[in-house]
């Protein structure tokens, strides 16, 4: 483990649900991540696809089911956050 500064762009900034002595609170996974073609995925497994990627392939993130509704009927798939389709 090295403490580099200056590569923060290379830290998966996925929140993740934590607690602390207030309460529930987020933290970003700080995990390594690794680019490709068409987006970026972490040492953890938290994926994001681009959005040109995303717009060619038909479908787009819904952070609900409401959304990925309206989405459907724009006629794009709505895929959840981590994903996985509706
Ligand atoms: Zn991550």
């Keep these: ?3 580099a500064s200056g590569d923060e762009e290379d830290r998966c900034g ?6 602390d002595e207030d309460g529930p609170t987020t ?3 700080g995990a390594a991540l690794h680019f490709t073609e068409t987006g970026y995925h972490c040492d953890r497994g938290h994926s994001h696809t681009y959005a ?5 392939q ?3 993130y819904a952070h ?3 959304e990925a509704s309206r989405l459907g009927q724009a006629g794009v798939i ?3 956050m981590d ?4």
């Design 1 to 3: 483990m090295t403490e």
């Design 52 to 56: 040109e990627v995303r717009h060619a």
């Design 58 to 60: 038909g479908w787009d």
């Design 64 to 66: 609900d089911e409401i």
């Design 14 to 19: 996925w929140l993740l649900e934590a607690h």
């Design 83 to 86: 994903g996985h389709p509706f």
């Design 78 to 80: 709505g895929v959840r």
């Design 27 to 29: 933290r970003e996974c």
